[in-house]
């Protein structure tokens, strides 16, 4: 009885500030506001691809060794729900290219060219037209190329390669590029 529990507000790295037990601190309980574990969650979640045409799109960078960051998530984009359940947009892959540029790519379905029912019908469409567009803008905001494909009849990763090569080998021509490499393996790998 009479026992007394103390608290810190406590501010998290993530801007949060909430009050928290003394003992959670002191056990390590207690390491943020629970921001951590959701982004665990969402790594989680992100590791994993979403559709059949991500896992080909994976498949084609690894191969060709070029550096990407699947599902690329921009906090400043959270505010715009992509669904019901409030998932926020991410674009589907940030891709570095050897040349040292970006290009961020979104793979589209069916989904984002009609309203199709099994996918919300017209009222879902319309909420993914406008967040496409406004991912588009975005993107140019930030001085990226974005790319939004058309895998909707991609069956193939042959299919997949052909639709990546017409799109990426322009960035990642060696003729193209401003800059002299000497190493030749440097050189095989641009193109």
Not at 12 to 27: A, H, K
């Amino acid at each position: 009885y009479g026992r007394t529990y103390r608290s810190w507000t406590c501010q998290c790295s993530c801007g949060t500030v909430r009050d928290v037990d003394e003992q959670s601190l002191l056990r390590g309980k207690s390491t943020s506001c629970g921001c951590w574990r959701n982004e665990r969650l969402a790594q989680a979640s992100h590791d994993k691809p979403k559709s059949f045409a991500e896992e080909l799109a994976r498949k084609y960078f690894d191969q060709r060794q070029i550096e990407y960051e699947y599902q690329k998530y921009y906090p400043e984009l959270k505010n715009m729900a992509d669904d019901a359940r409030g998932a926020d947009p991410s674009f589907d892959f940030l891709v570095h290219l050897p040349t040292g540029r970006d290009v961020l790519i979104d793979l589209w379905g069916l989904e984002h060219m009609r309203a199709i029912s099994t996918w919300g019908g017209d009222k879902r469409f319309e909420q993914r037209v406008h967040i496409d567009w406004r991912k588009r803008n975005f993107a140019h905001e930030l001085g990226i190329e974005y790319i939004a494909l058309d895998t909707s009849k991609v069956k193939t990763y042959e299919t997949m390669r052909t639709l990546l090569n017409n799109y990426l080998n322009k960035y990642l021509s060696l003729f193209n590029s401003q800059v002299a490499v000497e190493d030749p393996i440097v050189a095989m790998k641009l193109l």
